[in-house]
């Protein structure tokens, strides 16, 4: 006989909000990953990398061979004043990275990056593929 279970999506929502209290410790926040979406577009590999609360000054990004690697810093703009109490920290500040590798190499000397709303867009032209060259054998 199979067994069958009731899944309610707002038990769990509402178990949480009116049973456990909040957590208000300083509790460090995770490092977040950089959330991509990369699409072949024929000739070129357009690549959009969310970066929110960076400044595109500190950004940066190598491309060798296939290889792209995405390296970013965020940093704590201001401070806590005296008499504020802070009861909840979780906004990120710190150092992420990210790096992929594409099916074909990349024409590093044509690609072209833009940052703009906290979303850094890639534009990586493919290497036109060299032609095959047959060895003479002597």
């Given at each position: 006989m199979a067994n069958i279970t009731r899944i309610d999506p707002f038990d769990d929502l509402?178990?949480?909000?009116?049973?456990?209290?909040?957590?208000?410790?300083?509790?460090?926040?995770?490092p977040p990953s950089i959330k991509m979406d990369v699409k072949d577009q024929g000739e070129t590999y357009l690549v959009h990398a969310e970066l929110p609360g960076v400044k595109k000054e500190d950004i940066h990004v190598v491309v060798e061979g296939s290889q792209v690697s995405i390296s970013a810093e965020s940093k704590r703009e201001s401070e806590v004043?005296?008499?504020?109490?802070?009861?909840?920290?979780?906004?990120y500040f710190g150092s992420v990275s990210r790096s992929f590798q594409l099916e074909q190499e990349l024409d590093d000397s044509k690609a072209v990056a833009k940052f703009n709303d906290g979303v850094l867009e890639l534009t990586l032209p493919k290497r036109a593929a060299s032609p095959t060259k047959r060895l003479a054998i002597s």
């Open positions: 509402f178990r949480g909000f009116f049973v456990r209290p909040v957590d208000f410790n300083n509790t460090p926040a995770q004043k005296e008499g504020d109490r802070v009861l909840r920290a979780e906004r």
